[in-house]
T-cell receptor, first 117, second 114 residues
Framework: AQKITQTQPGMFVQEKEAVTLDCTYD???????LFWYKQPSSGEMIFLIY????DEQNATEGRYSLNFQKARKSANLVISASQLGDSAMYFC??????????????WGLGTSLAVNP | NAGVTQTPKFQVLKTGQSMTLQCAQD?????MSWYRQDPGMGLRLIHY???????DQGEVPNGYNVSRSTTEDFPLRLLSAAPSQTSVYFC?????????????FGPGTRLTVT
């Protein structure tokens, strides 16, 4: 069965430091994609970064990078130089490529990140 | 671009009442979906659509109906509200299904059923 596990319900980080949010996944698909979304306290869901299983390099988007280890089935989000505005819930999600009728996006339960000044 | 819009932002219903949550997108996206978000449960897919006239059930479809007569609009109907439907509802759209296409979310509707 496809599953996303985020083992850290809550994390704290000091402003300007880096933080890693963990995400492990389970899938039998050969080709798939992994997404990270941010949900601030205002409630909206914001797309951050994407990694394809076929990508040889780790994805980066500004201060966000994805530490993708395919053999370990992990796709950890790294936020560098944390800012107070990074305080939010972070969700990891996965979908298969060429999904056919299995049109689903599997979500983790999220990690709450608090950035301390 | 307004992106994905949802109305209303907040709603209180009594048990047994019906209502429609509105969702619209102006990005000409094929794929639209409805999720509910409950504490400790993450996001769960209710219904989705891969184009006008085509809808299908997600994980938790019971008690909800959808239709998609246009590319832009994807309303969610609660047929007879129950307290178990108290949740935050998100509508999302994407250019196409699945990776690598990210989903764009609306601001959400917070629904309380008493």
């Amino acid at each position: 069965a496809q599953k996303i596990t985020q083992t850290q319900p809550g994390m704290f980080v000091q402003e300007k430091e880096a933080v890693t949010l963990d995400c492990t996944y389970d899938t039998s698909d050969q080709s798939y994609g992994l997404f990270w979304y941010k949900q601030p306290s205002s409630g909206e869901m914001i797309f951050l970064i994407y990694q394809g299983s076929y990508d040889e390099q780790n994805a980066t988007e500004g201060r966000y990078s994805l530490n993708f280890q395919k053999a370990r089935k992990s796709a950890n989000l790294v936020i560098s130089a944390s800012q107070l505005g990074d305080s939010a819930m972070y969700f990891c999600a996965m979908s298969p490529l060429n999904a056919g009728n299995n049109r689903k996006l599997i979500w983790g339960l999220g990690t709450s990140l608090a950035v301390n000044p | 671009n307004a992106g994905v819009t949802q109305t209303p932002k907040f709603q209180v219903l009594k048990t047994g009442q019906s209502m429609t949550l509105q969702c619209a997108q102006d990005m000409n996206h094929e794929y639209m979906s409805w999720y509910r978000q409950d504490p400790g449960m993450g996001l769960r897919l209710i219904h989705y659509s891969v184009g006008a006239g085509i809808t299908d059930q997600g994980e938790v479809p019971n008690g909800y109906n959808v239709s998609r007569s246009t590319t832009e609009d994807f309303p969610l109907r609660l047929l007879s509200a129950a307290p178990s439907q108290t949740s935050v509802y998100f509508c999302a759209s994407s250019q196409s299904w699945g990776a690598p296409y990210e989903q764009y979310f609306g601001p959400g509707t917070r629904l309380t059923v008493t």
